[in-house]
């Protein structure tokens, strides 16, 4: 299925979700480039959401430009499986190879903001991620693998602990709405 039937497929659990995803279909519909980072303004990433398998950590890595621990995820800089995007960023960041998806569908939508910031010495203006994210789990015995030039660390948080490792609340909200989808 191509990006955008994803995301016009996705059944949004919350006010925030059904805004995001009207924005997203009609940023689509009236602009071009939204699959790859020629858009200036905004365009598709996909993240992945780990959790090991007794649902009680998750994966994330310490990312270099936000200094924060984060999920996995990038650009989808033109690929439209936006769930193969997920799991080649999964295993390019944290070098984990056994995983599985939990769903091929979406398990969250969200447009996150991306302030300026200076990435391989340009600066990057402010713009914004039309993210869909997906569900894995992996073994948290696995070896991990820092990838130095994104992320200066990978580990696995107790999932009640994710607010003590973020300093992002956007970001927080986001994941406590993915965890509670598993229960």
Request: charged share 25%.
């Amino acid at each position: 299925m191509n990006w955008i039937e994803a995301i016009k497929n996705y059944e949004p659990c919350c006010y925030q979700e059904v805004s995001d995803k009207e924005i997203m279909i009609k940023f689509a519909d009236e602009f071009d480039d939204v699959l790859t980072r020629n858009n200036k303004v905004a365009h598709m990433t996909s993240s992945a959401f780990v959790v090991n398998k007794k649902r009680d950590k998750v994966l994330m890595v310490h990312h270099n430009i936000y200094n924060a621990w984060s999920w996995t995820g990038g650009h989808a800089d033109g690929d439209e499986d936006l769930l193969c995007v997920a799991m080649k960023e999964l295993n390019e960041e944290t070098g984990i190879r056994n995983f599985s998806s939990l769903s091929d569908s979406i398990v969250s939508l969200d447009i996150i903001p991306v302030y300026g910031h200076i990435k391989n010495g340009k600066y990057v203006s402010p713009h914004l991620h039309f993210n869909a994210a997906f569900l894995f789990e992996a073994d948290e015995h696995e070896e991990l693998i820092v990838k130095a030039d994104e992320n200066s660390g990978v580990t696995w948080i107790p999932y009640f602990e994710i607010d003590s490792y973020s300093n992002e609340k956007h970001m927080i909200n986001i994941y406590f709405k993915i965890l509670s989808k598993l229960k």
